[in-house]
């Protein structure tokens, strides 16, 4: 049987890294076999692309229409050496960031043409879009503080000002109000546990539903 795709998205300092080990630990209480990847990356050479796309000493400016095309190259091979492989095989695969991804950072933080991504998002990702997307919102403003509690180096990205953030996460609830049966939006603006709540409350809606279909 087929796995299932399940994304996870959201601005910096959404929380997406304990949102993930939340969902792990659901398809392990749950018995699902199941794969963590990430975007960009997920395999060797998508992660070269990865250290050149976020690296923050690099000299030479990175056009908009560039990063865009990196970010599809790396999605390329990880969808065809990672993604479609496990999900074949039938085991679920959780990745963070995937298409929503570049629809809402080149799209709408770097605003490239709309055309040009719509193009490859038909020719790389095709009709493999996620079963389920959590999205964790968050304001930007909040984001940026828990990011900053981090201390951690900012990457080329991380970086920006704060009007592309904002841009980013419109695009990311634009989106997920035109597709409201994938993308379920989770205010991450809460509690640690309330967020953990909401995310448990989806993932065991979905299941039931894949459960169900299967059936």
């Known amino acids: ?14 929380g ?9 630990d659901f ?4 018995h699902i076999p199941f794969v963590m990847t990430r975007e960009p990356g ?25 990063e865009l095309l990196l970010m599809f190259a790396a999605r390329a091979q990880h969808i065809r050496l990672c993604i479609e492989p496990a999900l074949q095989s039938g085991q679920w695969v959780v990745s963070d960031r995937y298409i929503d991804a570049s629809f809402a950072y ?11 991504l719509q193009a490859l998002d038909h020719h790389v990702t095709g009709t493999l879009y996620p079963d389920l997307t959590l999205l964790l919102d968050v304001p930007v403003k909040v984001g940026a503080a828990r990011a900053a509690k981090r201390g951690a180096p900012k ?11 904002e841009a980013v996460r419109k695009a990311y609830l634009d989106r997920a109000e035109q597709d409201k049966a994938r993308i379920k939006v989770i205010d991450a603006s809460s509690d640690e546990r309330v967020v953990q709540a909401q995310i448990h409350e989806v993932l065991e809606h979905f299941l039931q539903v894949s459960r169900e279909g299967a059936s």
Do not use: C
């Open 27 to 30: 398809l392990l209480l749950h």
């Open 155 to 165: 990457d080329r990205i991380e970086q920006e000002e704060q009007d592309f953030f």
């Open 42 to 66: 997920g395999t060797a050479l998508a992660e070269v692309i990865r250290q050149w796309l976020l690296r923050p000493e690099l000299d030479e400016f990175i056009y908009p229409e560039t």
């Open 1 to 14: 049987m087929r796995g299932k795709l399940m994304t996870i998205e959201g601005v910096e300092g959404a």
């Open 16 to 24: 997406k890294s304990t949102a993930l080990q939340g969902i792990q």
């Open 106 to 116: 080149q799209g709408g933080g770097r605003n490239v043409n709309p055309d040009l």
